[in-house]
């Protein structure tokens, strides 16, 4: 049976060959050197006022969710979760189940003074690393189970290299194992089983145990409350990526602010 994940990358595939043969990565590389400042993912993931910091996503749909905003500005929404107290942004750019798009990386790049943005998508090539540098970002994700553990080290190699910070996905001890290995210095540790998309927060306590404290242990999926995030502080996550929790509420700026108080 053909899970969700196998549906996304195979779209994804498709996308990613559509794009190189517009722009091919010879052209990518040489528009690295004019990609615009990026502040650190890594040094922007620590708790602050006793809460992790958090990661708000801008998504305006998923798979499991079907359309969660309808009314997605990413502008807007980037300005009022940075003044709200957002760490740093996610920004989805899967077109065809998340309905993102890289423009709208670059839009809340645009829209942001200080926080760092992370591209969420499912990458598996140096091409989407490039992409992402030159569209803004400070880090993109990586999901140690789409990739062999040679790809994740290659990949997170290159991106050092061209100064990108990977959040590197990770969803039971052997996928941590496997990113510890690769060098990842940020692992998440995301609630959501990739197969059939529902989340369980319950299995993230133990497993950001797991994590070295010599890496930012990033909580992923299935926080929607205050008691959750602090649940979250006490198992050690440096951060939180929340949202659904926000994407869904009229204001997402006092949903984030009632989050953090």
């Known amino acids: 049976m053909t899970s969700i994940l196998d549906k996304i990358l195979e779209k994804k595939r498709v996308r990613v060959e559509e794009a190189a043969r517009k722009v091919p990565f010879s052209e990518l590389e040489k528009a690295l050197q004019n990609a615009p400042d990026a502040p650190s993912f890594f040094d922007a993931l620590t708790p602050k006022n006793s809460k992790p910091a958090v990661i708000a996503e801008l998504k305006k749909a998923s798979p499991s969710r079907g359309l969660i905003r309808e009314n997605f500005d990413a502008q807007s929404l980037a300005k009022c979760l940075e003044k709200s107290g957002a760490a740093a942004l996610s920004v989805l750019t899967e077109e065809d189940f998340f309905l993102g798009c890289l423009e709208n990386l670059k839009i809340a790049k645009s829209a942001v003074k200080k926080i760092p943005l992370l591209r969420k998508d499912f990458i598996f090539c ?17 999901i140690a189970r789409m ?54 927060i319950s299995s993230l306590s133990a497993l950001l145990k797991l994590i070295p404290n010599r890496c930012k242990k990033v909580a992923e999926s299935g926080i929607n409350t205050a008691a959750e995030l602090d649940m979250m502080m006490r198992a050690g996550a440096d951060a939180c990526l929340i949202g659904s929790a926000l994407m869904e509420k009229p204001d997402p700026a006092q949903a984030l602010q009632t989050l953090l108080l």
């Open 126 to 142: 140096k091409y989407q690393l490039l992409e992402a540098k030159i569209a803004g970002a400070s880090a993109a994700l990586l």
């Open 147 to 200: 990739l062999d553990e040679k790809t994740l080290k290659e990949l997170l190699s290159y991106a050092e290299e061209i100064g990108l910070d990977i959040l590197c996905e990770t969803h039971n001890a052997k996928e941590i194992e496997t990113s510890i290995n690769c060098g990842a210095k940020i692992i998440g540790v995301n609630s959501r089983d990739l197969a059939t998309f529902k989340t369980d």
